[in-house]
Each structure stands twice: as C-alpha cells, then as structure tokens.
C-alpha cells in the first residue's frame, strides 16, 4: 500500500501562473517533508524541504506546505516559468526510525505552457 | 567540485550476465543509497548503507548486491537473478547524521538487458 501519493499524474500551467502540487502520505509519524524536480534521463534535484514543527517553508519562487492534521503538503510555485516543466517528487522521512529512508510518491509531470 | 558521479551512463547487457554500475562522491556524506526508476513509478530503494562496511537491504534488494569498502564509493551489482533488470538506476548520497537529511543524486545509469 502506498506510503506517500501523488494523485495528480500530470499538471499542465500557464507561464507566469501559479502551479500547485499536492501530496497526500498515510503515517502520522512522518516527520520530514521533501521536494525533488527531476528531469528526463538525468537524477532528481533537490528543490525544498519542511520539517514537522513548521507549516510553511519558502524559498525563493518556491513554497512548501505542510497541513499535519490532513497529512497533506503541497508546493507551489510562482510564477511558474517554461523552465520548471519536469517530474515533481515528494519524498518523506520518519527521521527518528534511525535509517533516514525517504520514501517516495510516484511523480507529477508539470508542463508549463509559454 | 562537490558532487555525485556514475558511469556509464548508459549500459548493455546480455540476459544472464552480472553487471556493476559504479557511484562515487566527493561530498564527505555518510550515507549512501541506490534506487532503480521505472516508467511511471516513483523512486524505489534496493539498498542503503549508513556507514562504512555496513549496508542494508531496502524495499526491492532481491536480485541485487552492494559493497561499500569505501566511504565515497557505493558499487552496485545486477545479477542474473534480477527478474526485471531493465531499469534507470540512480544513486543518491546524504549526510544525516549532521541533521542532512536531503538525498543528494547522481546522474543515473540506463541499464539494458536483452
């Protein structure tokens, strides 16, 4: 059964608009939040991250949203820009389990459109 | 130039043959992990190693083995017995236990067998 999920298989937004991914993760005990943009045929990037103890984490274009008591976190981006058109990953983490294994959804494939 | 290398990027093999994909890392992390990508799959971990001479099996480690003699060298093998080794691997490194929780990836290896 799936840990972490990305029901949105594909997004597609227009430049300069907002783009708002969403995450949905089904253990409470999950305790770090992750980001990843990747690329085809290349390794995903790092984007953001958000611990437990916060519900908003901002970097640049980029925003990270936790909600704990939905178990739901969502990125967004603003504005969005043709560049960002890649594969989203979230990834979580139950850092007190001593593996720091991230566990990831499937992916959401956001095409900006010029 | 800090970061995470694999090669080949690309790799062909033979049915019934046993392959080894290389990661190495100049970034001092301690940890290091390998995932295989399938089409519209999310990332999923065959094996991690959190120390030197130490590695565990993650959730897809059956066909698969590791060695880990050095702390910025994380070799994997594709043996035979892999049902399904047609896969993009990739292998990522952190540094948890600085509180480095983000997985830093390489560049991936395709791997083709038929």
């Known amino acids: 059964d799936q840990q972490v999920k990305q029901n949105s298989p594909s997004l597609s937004v227009q430049e300069g608009r907002i783009s708002i991914l969403n995450c949905d993760y089904t253990?409470?005990?999950?305790?770090?939040f992750l980001w990843y943009k990747k690329y085809p045929a290349e390794g995903p990037t790092f984007l953001i991250s958000?611990?437990?103890?916060?519900d908003k984490n901002e970097d640049g274009r980029f925003t990270v949203f936790l909600n704990k008591s939905a178990k739901h976190l969502s990125l967004h981006i603003v504005p969005s820009q043709p560049g960002d058109s890649a594969v989203y990953f979230c990834?979580?983490?139950?850092?007190?389990?001593?593996?720091?294994?991230?566990?990831f959804g499937k992916g959401t494939k956001l095409s900006v459109i010029p | 130039d800090g970061g995470i290398t694999q090669s080949p990027k690309y790799l062909f093999r033979k049915e019934g043959q046993n392959v080894t994909l290389s990661c190495e890392q100049n970034l001092n992390h301690d940890a290091m992990y390998w995932y295989r990508q399938d089409p519209g799959q999310g990332l999923r971990l065959i094996y991690y190693s959190q120390i030197v001479n130490d590695f565990q099996k993650g959730d897809i480690a059956e066909g698969y083995s590791v060695s880990r003699e050095k702390k910025e060298s994380f070799p994997l093998t594709v043996t035979s017995a892999q049902k399904n080794p047609t896969a993009f691997y990739l292998c990522?490194?952190?540094?948890?236990?600085?509180?480095?929780?983000?997985?830093?990836f390489g560049p991936g290896t395709r791997l083709t067998v038929t």
């Open positions: 253990n409470s005990m999950f305790d770090y």
């Open positions: 990834a979580v983490l139950y850092s007190g389990a001593g593996s720091y294994q991230l566990t």
């Open positions: 990522a490194s952190s540094s948890p236990g600085t509180g480095g929780y983000e997985q830093y």
């Open positions: 958000i611990s437990s103890i916060k």
